[in-house]
């Protein structure tokens, strides 16, 4: 660049470095708050006025000519960048900036790049200045341009720009609550001075020929800028975050001065009142809320608030959340209220009528651990009833099928055959009362949980000798024939072998009973864990199965259920002759889980049953549980 000159031209180049100066400035202030919506167009703002003015104080200066038009080619990069800012920072301060996509972008600054080549080119065509001289006639020298077509299209298209940004800007301004009308209107404002002075430069209206007096206007604009940032802090409270807050909670909120005027209140609010913002604001509280003069009266100096209000409305009883926070200046003088209230009415109905529930569902479950404890009672008195009885009527029934085989004996030792038939009756039932009572007792034990198990080894070719020995006799009764079929590897057992012949005595017996000139079989067979049978597995042990077939009168599908619960016995014509208490199969049952195993049973009318009982051939402490006050039946297909 070579040596120039320079003039002071300080009534041009003052104003215009003090705008410049007062631009920077504020594109400093706000890149501090650069968060804010609208903070960084309006940073790209202020540096592009601050580049428009202080190009535009050196091409005042500056001499000779080809020096200042190098200053005028840089004021471009401001002149074209402002005007794109202005309008992003209205699309942002308005809550728009959904339009800033990149294609948007890219569009909006098609005209300006185009304007940067043209005024760098101009020599080339003249497209932006077609004739360049001195002005001479002002108090200085200063550039006088011609303008070229290039120059109008981006003239128009710069007015265009803060037309629209300005036309935003008044929207806000229009649907804005008084909170931020100042910040609107100071915008607004700040907006116009550069365009009439740019107009009046384009038109040559100016009173000082060839001079642009835009730079001048954004003197003033830049000035409104920093009074929004420093005094109205318009960067502090934005429109667009007041109207998300505000008007996207359900909570009704009222902004009040110092002189209990409305100067903001939110969309759930109206529709609480009754009222439109427009009807309220700038009014009395006491006016808005005059269907509510109970509240006015308690709070109308309320500064701090922060609990339940309940008050009558119409004949109604409304509860409100209320929350009432004091608004301070800087220097901690009251400025204000902000009243937010909800509606919690509902709420309370519902917390009355838990704890109502509550109340009546706690006095519910006293009275059921009363009536549990009576029947935990009756229960152990029952108990302590059945084996009571039945210890008392076990003893007279042993001394009467004593007497009654003494009698026998001595009346076969004289060769006499008188009372023999009498003699049996006696015995049978003497005996049939005595296994009633043996299984009330054990019921009784099984119900207290108090069966003690004697786990101990025994042989199963033994215990199978001694059950057959009672069995046969059994099956003869009816005519039956009875087979035993024990595999060589099912003999050596750990469990309990009392509990164990009479599981398999009852179902022997059973099977006798309800099968008449028929076949009844006992089958035996260790069963290693790894082939498991009847959904059971286990690692740790094998398991002995018995298997009770006879080819008796057999059970409906529909009484299957019924054979392992308490007390329970099958009424239909077949089965009612045959007698019985429906403890046997319930007690095996108890017994079998007792001990670690099961019972299952698969049968069908005409067909005969089959009885699989399957326990551990190890019984581990561990594994006995204790009995089931209630039982359950399990078909197996």
């Known amino acids: ?134 002005n001479t ?11 070229g077509p290039a120059f109008w299209v981006c003239n128009i298209y710069a007015h265009f720009c803060l037309a629209c940004g300005a036309l935003i800007l008044l929207w806000r301004f229009v649907r ?13 404002m700040g907006a116009i001075a550069p365009w009439i002075g740019n107009g009046l430069y384009v038109l040559n209206l100016t009173p000082w020929p060839g001079l642009d007096l835009s730079p001048f206007g954004f003197t003033f604009t830049a000035g409104a800028i920093a009074f929004g940032v420093l005094r109205l802090r318009f960067l502090d409270v934005v429109p667009v ?55 006015l009266d308690r709070y109308h100096d309320v500064v701090e608030l922060n609990g339940e209000v309940q008050i009558e409305v119409e004949d109604q009883t409304l509860i409100l959340d209320v929350l009432i926070s004091p608004l301070r200046d800087r220097d901690g003088r009251l400025r204000g209220r902000v009243i937010v209230w909800h509606d919690i009415t509902r709420l309370k109905q519902t917390e009355e009528a838990l704890r109502q529930r509550n109340d009546e569902l706690m006095a519910l479950q006293q009275t059921l651990m009363v009536a549990k404890n009576r029947a935990e009672a009756a229960h152990r008195a029952k108990s302590a009833f059945l084996a009571h009885m039945s210890h008392e009527v076990r003893t007279p029934l042993s001394a009467i099928l004593g007497y009654a085989d003494l009698i026998r004996l001595d009346l076969a030792r004289r060769g006499q055959s008188v009372y023999q038939e009498e003699l049996e009756a006696i015995r049978v039932s003497a005996q049939h009362l005595l296994t009633m009572i043996n299984n009330i007792l054990d019921f009784s034990k099984l119900e207290a949980g108090k069966m003690p198990l004697y786990i ?41 072998r009392t509990r164990l012949r009479q599981v398999l005595l009852n179902l022997l017996s059973n099977a006798a009973k309800f099968t008449e000139n028929g076949a009844i079989s006992l089958r035996i067979w260790r069963e290693s864990s790894a082939s498991p049978s009847m959904g059971v597995t286990d690692e740790s042990t094998d398991w002995i199965i018995f298997e009770i077939a006879d080819t008796g009168i057999g059970i409906a599908p529909e009484h299957l259920p019924l054979l392992f619960q308490d007390f329970s016995r099958i009424e239909d014509a077949v089965h009612r002759k045959y007698g019985g208490t429906g403890l046997g199969l319930a007690i095996s049952r108890q017994f079998c889980r007792l001990m670690g195993g099961d019972i299952t049973v698969v049968s069908a009318p005409g067909e005969g049953s089959t009885f699989t009982v399957r326990l551990p051939a190890i019984l581990q402490p561990e594994r006995a549980s204790e009995p089931s006050l209630t039982s359950e039946f399990e078909q197996v297909d």
């Open 456 to 496: 101990e080894p025994f042989s199963l070719e033994a215990l199978v000798h001694d059950v057959m020995q009672t069995a046969h006799l059994l099956a003869a009764r009816n005519r039956n024939t009875l087979t035993v079929t024990r595999a060589p590897d099912a003999d050596l057992m750990v469990s309990d």
């Open 176 to 188: 804005s609550q008084r909170l931020y009308l100042s910040q609107m209107a100071t915008f607004l």
């Open 137 to 147: 006639s002002g108090l200085v020298p200063i550039l006088d341009f011609d303008h």
């Open 1 to 134: 660049m070579p040596t120039t000159g320079w003039q002071p031209a300080l009534p041009y180049t003052l104003p215009l470095l003090i705008s410049a100066s007062l631009a920077l400035a504020v594109a400093i202030f706000v890149w501090r708050r650069r968060t804010v919506p609208g903070a960084t167009p309006l940073i790209a703002l202020s540096l592009a006025a601050a580049v428009w003015s202080f190009a535009y104080a050196l091409e005042i200066a500056a001499t000779p000519m080809p020096i200042a038009l190098f200053w005028a080619r840089v004021q471009y990069l401001g002149i074209m960048t402002l005007p794109v800012a202005w309008l992003a920072f209205a699309l942002e301060y308005a809550g728009l900036q959904h339009w800033l996509t990149r294609k948007n972008l890219a569009l909006i600054l098609v005209i300006p790049v185009l304007t940067q080549v043209a005024v760098w080119t101009n020599e080339r065509h003249g497209l932006i200045w077609p004739q360049i001289q001195v």
């Open 241 to 295: 975050a007041r109207d998300i807050v505000l008007e996207s909670i359900n909570q009704s909120v009222i902004v009040i001065d110092d002189h209990n005027r409305i100067v903001d209140i939110n969309r759930a609010a109206q529709r609480v009142i009754g009222c439109t913002a427009a009807d309220v604001i700038g009014q009395p509280i006491r006016q808005a809320l005059s269907r509510w003069p109970q509240i």
